[in-house]
Structures are given as structure tokens and as C-alpha cells.
């Protein structure tokens, strides 16, 4: 275990600034206080609390994301707290806690569903950890669930008695820098652990493209592009665009800007992770953390939206291999949370791409045959398709500063 937790260590994001976009509806933590056990539990839908310190002995449970506690939305303030059993139910839940002592045994259970658990959010040096003076034990449960621990400026979670993570199943992460020091066993079932930031795609030329395509543009009704336009070797563009930039049609400079397409997508599709995590074939309802996915088939969005978490770290990179078609339906979004930046998306596309009426959809499209864009469907990125047309409805389309 430690030597594997070793060739993962590298440099960690800072901690997430806010936790958002709950795919459940958000529901209500029960929480009472027996025999000096604070008690917590969950229900099935989204659970969203912040446990910090009220005085010597004291929690104060608040609820965030419209989650009630007890039935009401005001926080609540438990007395005679030394140790703590919270279990959650089976929505995507978060958890935060700061400046806590407790001298009893911890037990935390996120429950099903992708879940953050953090501890020490803001930990430092300087300020007041959380102390846990007996045994601790952690479990995330199934989903792909995020766990961190005092990242922050060091780590300002002291654990003086035993301490147990478990990432349950499918692909979680843990991020807590005394990770590699923990016994053999202390640490299962983390896909990944203290993973290195990745770096972004280089689109080159490409890049100052909202649209690029090889066998023309071809356009219906009022469409905006905020960037230049570029179409080689087929020149032809049809329907006039508005095209906030310029717009090269078959020119040298489209012609380059194609080759350095081809170069980034070659990049993309061929870039590796530490480790690459499975990309499901359906995102909606989807929180992920910044990585390389990786599906060898088609990928959608249906319903609910795909949330993409940058955990607080404006610079955090999402790489998308997908191995046939990337599909929106119709009102289908992508969410951007926690600093995450449309320029640091990059959706590396089999074959081709469609983006559903009235859609949004956020970063660039890298697709090696067509892309289409469906009527209103607005597009924060670059839609850049290597040998293919790309077809447009109304659209608003802006490159990413």
C-alpha cells in the first residue's frame, strides 16, 4: 500500500470553495445526542452538512443547500458531544468539518451515491485542528466519492488513535497528504490517491477558433460566434454566421489550424492518467472531480445536468476520451462548480458530436468527423471537427477566455 500511495503523491488543488448542484433534492438530517455520541443520519436524497465547533463539547450541525436539520432550516447546536456516528443515506450528500475535538471513536459512512466528505476544509499551520482521539474510521461508500483531509496548508487533522479510509467502490479519491504514512490496510478501495494535477491540451492555433471544421460550416438562423471561424480544405460556408472575429476559409491559416487540430486531438486521445478513470456512457446526474475519463464507446447527456467540479483550484483540467459519439439531448446542461473554467475542458470526440436543442454545454469539442449543433443549443468552448462539417442552428458559441 505505501508504495503505491508513494508513486501517486503530488501536488494537490486547494480545497473546495463551495459544494453545488445537487442532483436529488436536497432532504433532512436527523441528529440527537446519546450516551455523549452525536448521532447523524441521512435520508435518500441530497444531504448537505457543515459540522464546526460551538464551544468545549458543543457541535453546531448546519444544513447547506436548502437541507433541513430536525425538520427546519436553522442550524442546531448539540451539548456534550465526545464522539460521533453519522451515516448518510443514498443521495450525492456532502460533508463538512472543522475545529472539533473528539475523545470517543469517530465513524462516518457517506452512504451510495457521489459523495465530498472534507475534513479540516481550511486547515493551516497556524489555526486549530480537529482532534480525534480514538479510532476513526471512514467509509465512502459506492459512487465516485472525494475524500480530503486537511489539504490545506498542511494537514490539521491529528488522528491519535486508529485510523481506517475506505473509498467503498467505483472511482474514488483520496487527497490527504499523511496518506503514505498511515499502516498497511489503514487505506482501501481509492482508486486514486493524492493524484497529480494534469495538464491541459495545447490547442495552438486551433485554439482561437469557436468553430473549425473540414468540409465547411453550414448554418440556419441567427447564430453568434465569439471567435474566429475556420473551414479547410472544403472552403464553404453557408448561412453567414455572425462571426465576432475572422473568418478564414480555406486559406494558410485555417490549414494550419487544422494541422494543430490534429495534433491536440492526437494528444488528447492518447494522454494517460494517474490513473485514467472510467468515463460512464450516460452523464447525467454526474459530479466529477478534474481528470482524464475514459469511455471506448459513446457517451450522452439526457436529463439531469453533469456537474464538474474544480474542488476550488481555478486551474483543475478535465480530459474527456470518448471512443464513437458525444450526444446531448434536449435542455440537457453542463455545470461548472467550484472555480472550474470552460478553457480547462477538453471532450476528445471518436467520431462525431451533437449538441441537443437548447442545450449548454461547456469546453472544447474535439471531434474527428462532424458536429452539430441542434437549434439554440449555446456552446461555452470550441466546436473543432478534424475531417467533417460543422453544423449550426441559432447557436451562440463563445471561445473561452
Partial sequence: MK?????TVGSLPTMMDNLESRVMLSGNVAVSVVSGNLVVRGDASANSIVLNN???NKVRVTGANATTINGAAGPVVMSAVHGLSLKLGDGNDTLKLDDLTFDRAVSIDMGAGDDVAQIEKNGSNSGKPSLF???TAIKMGAGSDLLQIGSKGGNRAVFSGKL???????????AYSGASALPTGAVGAFESINPKAAAGI???SAGTYGILAG??????GGTTINGNLGTSPTGTVVGSPTVNGVIHSADPLAAQAKLDLTTAYNEAKGRAGTPTKVLPGELSGLRLAPGIYKNSSSV?????PLTLDAQGNPNAV???QIGTTLTTLSGTQVILAGGAKASNIFWQVGSSATLGTTSSFKGSIMADQSITLTHLATLEGRALARIGAVTLDSNTVTVPA
Fill in 318 to 320: 478535465f480530459i474527456f
Fill in 300 to 304: 450522452k447527456l439526457s436529463s439531469s
Fill in 164 to 174: 481506517v479510509l475506505n473509498g467503498g467502490t467505483q472511482g474514488d479519491t483520496l
Fill in 133 to 135: 482521539k480514538a479510532t
Fill in 3 to 7: 508504495e503505491r500511495i508513494s508513486q
Fill in 54 to 56: 460551538a464551544g468545549r
Fill in 215 to 220: 468540409a465547411g460550416v453550414s448554418n440556419t
Fill in 202 to 204: 495545447n490547442l495552438r
